[in-house]
């Protein structure tokens, strides 16, 4: 009976019955941010800016950005902050043990939209996650885009994310800018909002494109002070984060004037949004 419910999405994975993927390494990398490496189901092939529905039996399910990259990542990486019931029993975890995943769900970036032009990444805490997809993508295709710059916001020191890839980053040439967003004892870096340093990087702002992942303050903020900079708001894209149920479109937890994000994003253009008047 099981088999005539589950429906696959193309070659790449399950839409609506999970297959179940075996942990392979679990890091800590905050107090409440975990980074745990899935093995891929064979067939499995994912963009930049999908997601997946993961679940642990007898807690739930929750939709978890992938934050590794095809070709770059031999695992599935899932960057996961606890913050209910679902993500603790994700996070209690260990290598060995197994969660339930269907996807790839979602849209993707359309990075083919900045072919040949520079990017400007835009990342607040966990937003980092998705980005980091799309920035190893770019980068390990350097040649068919122009410069790459990052502007990182974390509400602490403690809390930023992956500094090893934002090493790796700018050692491969990528413009970084990390911030805090108030002083702390023992910090030599920047201090303040995203939005304070967008006019302050090697991006030329009427001519680049930004891809944006954070808090939905932050993702507002930043793509208003873009467009108001002059950059065109076809140029501004953003992944957007809902309380999703079912990720395929049917529950309508997501619906946003006449979108659900499932479905017809998670990645939406500036445009889209704006027609919405939530941003």
């Known amino acids: 009976m099981k088999d005539t419910i589950r429906k696959k999405n193309g070659n790449r994975g399950e839409l609506y019955s999970p297959v179940m993927a075996r942990v392979l390494d679990v890091v800590e990398m905050t107090s409440d941010v975990k980074l745990i490496k899935v093995e891929k189901p064979k067939g499995f092939s994912y963009s930049p800016g999908q997601f997946l529905m993961v679940s642990v ?151 680049g494109y930004a891809f944006i992942c954070g808090p939905h303050i932050m993702i507002k903020n930043v793509m208003r002070d873009l467009s108001l900079m002059g950059m065109p708001t076809t140029h501004i894209v953003t992944t957007l984060e809902a309380h999703m149920k079912c990720g395929v479109g049917k529950c309508g937890h997501c619906y946003m004037d006449g979108k659900y994000i499932c479905t017809d994003g998670p990645v939406f253009e500036y445009p889209e949004l704006k027609k919405s008047g939530a941003f």
């Open 57 to 207: 039996w007898g807690a739930g399910e929750a939709p978890i950005s992938i934050t590794s990259t095809e070709g770059v990542h031999e695992e599935i990486e899932l960057c996961i902050r606890k913050v209910g019931l679902v993500t603790s029993a994700l996070h209690n975890l260990k290598p060995g043990g197994l969660m339930g995943i269907r996807g790839p769900l979602g849209n993707r970036f359309p990075v083919e939209m900045a072919l040949g032009k520079d990017i400007l990444f835009v990342a607040g805490g966990i937003g980092l996650a998705p980005l980091r997809s799309l920035v190893n993508f770019v980068l390990v295709r350097k040649g068919d885009f122009g410069r790459a710059a990052m502007i990182y916001g974390s509400r602490s020191p403690s809390e930023v994310l992956f500094r090893d890839d934002l090493k790796g980053w700018a050692a491969k040439g990528m413009d970084i800018t990390v911030t805090i967003d108030r002083k702390a004892e023992g910090w030599r870096q920047n201090v303040g909002l995203v939005t304070e340093f967008l006019g302050k990087q090697k991006i030329p702002i009427k001519e």
